[in-house]
């Protein structure tokens, strides 16, 4: 290695244990976080379970498991039925919350967003 790439190793290194001082880019970012974060857990949840739901109920239609149970084709159906719906509903209940949370915050970040970008 010859000495450039030392020292930068060095400095690279090094700027992981400076303390960073805490920025309005860094509070944007924050406020950016809060707005998306529980959308998409929400989604990432609710579009799982219905998944899971309707794979329950295609699991009682089309095995063995579902033969052992009386009328397990009718309820395999629904149960499928239920999960589908979950898993298609999911995307516009995200962009609903997604939108109640941009409307709350859309102030704050319109004006740290205004003012780091007039500095």
Same mark, same amino acid.
């Given at each position: 290695?010859?000495?450039?790439?030392?020292?930068?190793?060095?400095?690279?290194?090094?700027?992981?244990?400076?303390?960073?001082?805490?920025?309005?880019?860094?509070?944007?970012?924050?406020?950016?976080?809060?707005?998306?974060?529980?959308?998409?857990?929400?989604?990432?949840?609710?579009?799982? $379970? &219905?998944?899971?739901?309707? %794979?329950?109920? #295609?699991?009682?239609?089309?095995?063995? =498991?579902?033969? /052992? +149970?009386?009328?397990?084709?009718?309820?395999? $159906? &629904?149960?499928?039925?239920? %999960?589908?719906? #979950?898993?298609?509903?999911?995307?516009? =209940?995200?962009? /609903? +919350?997604?939108?109640?949370?941009?409307?709350?915050?859309?102030?704050?970040?319109?004006?740290?967003?205004?003012?780091?970008?007039?500095?």
């Amino acid at each position: 290695m010859n000495r450039n790439d030392t020292q930068f190793m060095a400095q690279k290194i090094r700027t992981q244990y400076i303390e960073k001082e805490h920025t309005e880019l860094d509070e944007l970012r924050t406020l950016d976080k809060r707005v998306k974060r529980p959308a998409s857990i929400f989604s990432y949840v609710f579009g799982s $379970i &219905g998944a899971i739901v309707m %794979g329950a109920g #295609m699991s009682l239609v089309m095995t063995d =498991i579902g033969a /052992k +149970i009386a009328g397990a084709m009718g309820i395999g $159906i &629904g149960v499928g039925a239920v %999960g589908l719906v #979950m898993a298609i509903a999911t995307y516009p =209940i995200y962009k /609903k +919350i997604l939108a109640s949370r941009k409307k709350r915050y859309s102030s704050q970040i319109l004006e740290l967003s205004e003012k780091i970008i007039n500095k």
